[in-house]
C-alpha cells in the first residue's frame, strides 16, 4: 500500500513506514549525509557512486563523518521511500508510475534513466501537490528499490 507524503525533504530518500534494522559499516573518505544512497567500495560504504548497481548497499540512516561508522538501513524491497526528481521532468501518473529510475545523484532520481542491472528505484507513485513543487520544482517519487537483470550481491 503506497503511504502519502507528509514531509518534504530537500535531498536524500526519506523512508516511508518503517525502514529494515539498521547496519552499520566503515565510510570511505567521504562525508555522508542522512538520506544518501550508500553503494560497496573496497570494504566501505561511500555517496560517490552516482548509479544503482549491484554495490547497492542501502540509504545512509544517519549523517556520517569521513572514515566513520555510519548506520545505514540495508537495500530492501518491502520499505517505501520519498525521494526527490531531479531536474529531468515533472512526473506524470500515467507515464512514471511503475517505471524503473537510476539515481540523477546520491540523493535523488533521474526518471529519464532506466537502468537494466543491479538495483533500481521502481515508482510506485508520485507527489506533486503544490507543496511537493514549491519544494522540488520535478515532485517526489514514492517508490521501493528492486533486482532488476542480473544480481551478483552486494557485501
Given at each position: 500500500m503506497?503511504?502519502?507524503?507528509?514531509?518534504y525533504?530537500?535531498?536524500?530518500?526519506?523512508?516511508?513506514?518503517?525502514?529494515?534494522?539498521r547496519?552499520?559499516a566503515?565510510?570511505?573518505a567521504?562525508?555522508?549525509?542522512?538520506?544518501?544512497a550508500?553503494?560497496?567500495s573496497?570494504g566501505?560504504?561511500?555517496?560517490?557512486?552516482?548509479?544503482l548497481?549491484?554495490?547497492?548497499a542501502?540509504?545512509?540512516a544517519?549523517?556520517?563523518?569521513?572514515?566513520?561508522?555510519?548506520?545505514?538501513y540495508?537495500a530492501?524491497?518491502?520499505?517505501?521511500?520519498?525521494?526527490?526528481?531531479?531536474?529531468?521532468?515533472?512526473?506524470v501518473a500515467?507515464?512514471?508510475?511503475?517505471?524503473?529510475?537510476?539515481?540523477?545523484?546520491c540523493?535523488n532520481?533521474?526518471?529519464?534513466?532506466?537502468p537494466?542491472?543491479?538495483?533500481?528505484?521502481?515508482?510506485d507513485?508520485?507527489d506533486i501537490?503544490?507543496?511537493?513543487?514549491?519544494?522540488?520544482?520535478?515532485?517526489?517519487?514514492?517508490?521501493?528499490?528492486?533486482?532488476?537483470g542480473?544480481?551478483t550481491?552486494?557485501?
Open positions: 503506497t503511504k502519502r507524503v507528509s514531509k525533504q530537500a535531498t536524500g530518500f526519506l523512508p516511508l513506514g518503517e525502514p529494515p534494522a547496519k552499520v566503515t565510510a570511505a567521504v562525508t555522508i549525509v542522512k538520506g544518501d550508500l553503494h560497496w573496497a566501505t560504504v561511500t555517496n560517490g557512486t552516482v548509479a548497481a549491484a554495490t547497492f542501502g540509504i545512509a544517519a549523517d556520517c563523518a569521513s572514515g566513520g561508522s555510519c548506520e545505514y540495508p530492501d524491497a518491502d520499505v517505501q521511500y520519498s525521494v526527490p526528481v531531479a531536474a529531468n521532468t515533472v512526473l500515467t507515464t512514471h508510475i511503475g517505471t524503473n529510475c537510476d539515481l540523477s545523484a540523493n532520481i533521474a526518471v529519464n534513466d532506466d537494466t542491472e543491479g538495483y533500481a528505484f521502481q515508482i507513485d508520485i501537490n503544490a507543496e511537493a513543487i514549491a519544494i522540488n520544482t520535478y515532485g517526489y517519487a514514492i517508490g521501493h528499490f528492486r533486482v532488476i542480473t544480481q550481491g552486494n557485501s
